[in-house]
């Protein structure tokens, strides 16, 4: 069974940093993208950024590039989500995405991070 | 960006009645779309991509149609689990620029 286990989530100030961290289990990590996507409370779901399986290659949204790093380390099965220089905007539940049999197929339950002073 | 517009913005039907909830693309994404469920305090869950393609374990009572820039998801005889929230999403250009409709809400009647 895939699992996904996001953490890191916490209250941080305008302008600071978190690193995200995803656990996975239950399929082979290293063979499948991974994605970040995000809900605002209340809100819609948007679309943070992509790293490809080997994770040489990263996306991001416009909202966020330059600001956030995906990365991966296969070795450990965990994804990640560096986010610097917060914003209020940034206030979201963070969830980790895995794309196996189609995009998007598998999510974590998030991680709620809070940007405010 | 590929703009994702989706009506109604909340939908009121009965239980055992069906729903049609449409979406529509600002641009063609060919049949690169999906649909997600998402219940309060759940993530969402995968019910459809490719447009028409059920995801595992999804019942027959979902299905969704469509093409270029119009799309439906219609949800035959509704049962109590099925009010939640129905986002669709495009990946066209998949892995960049993935964006997603503003979610239609199934209420119930």
């Known amino acids: 069974e895939v699992q996904l286990l996001e953490s890191g989530g916490a209250l941080e100030q305008p302008g600071g940093s978190l690193r995200l961290s995803c656990a996975a289990s239950?399929?082979?990590?290293?063979?499948?993208?991974m994605s970040w996507v995000r809900q605002p409370p209340g809100k819609g779901l948007e679309w943070v950024s992509t790293?490809?399986?080997?994770?040489?290659?990263?996306y991001y949204a416009d909202s966020v590039q330059g600001r956030i790093t995906v990365s991966r380390d296969n070795s450990k099965n965990t994804l990640y989500l560096q986010m610097n220089s917060l914003r209020a905007e940034d206030t979201a539940v963070y969830y980790c995405?895995?794309?196996?049999?189609?995009?998007?197929?598998?999510w974590g339950q998030g991680t709620l991070v809070t940007v405010s002073s | 960006e590929i703009v994702m517009t989706q009506s109604p913005a909340t939908l009121s039907v009965s239980p055992g009645d069906g729903a049609t909830l449409s979406c529509r693309a600002s641009?063609?994404?060919?049949?690169?779309l999906a649909w997600f469920q998402q219940k309060p305090g759940q993530a969402p869950r995968l019910l459809i991509y490719g447009a028409s393609t059920r995801a595992a374990g999804i019942p027959a009572t979902f299905s969704g149609s469509g093409s270029g820039t119009e799309f439906t998801l219609t949800i035959s005889s509704l049962q109590s689990e099925d009010f939640a929230v129905y986002y669709c999403?495009?990946?066209?250009?998949?892995?960049?620029?993935?964006?997603f409709g503003q979610g239609t809400r199934l209420e119930i009647k």
């Open positions: 999403q495009q990946y066209n250009n998949w892995p960049r620029k993935i964006t």
């Open positions: 641009q063609s994404v060919r049949s690169n």
């Open positions: 239950g399929f082979t990590f290293s063979k499948y993208a």
């Open positions: 995405v895995v794309s196996t049999v189609t995009y998007f197929d598998h």
């Open positions: 790293i490809s399986n080997s994770g040489a290659a990263t």
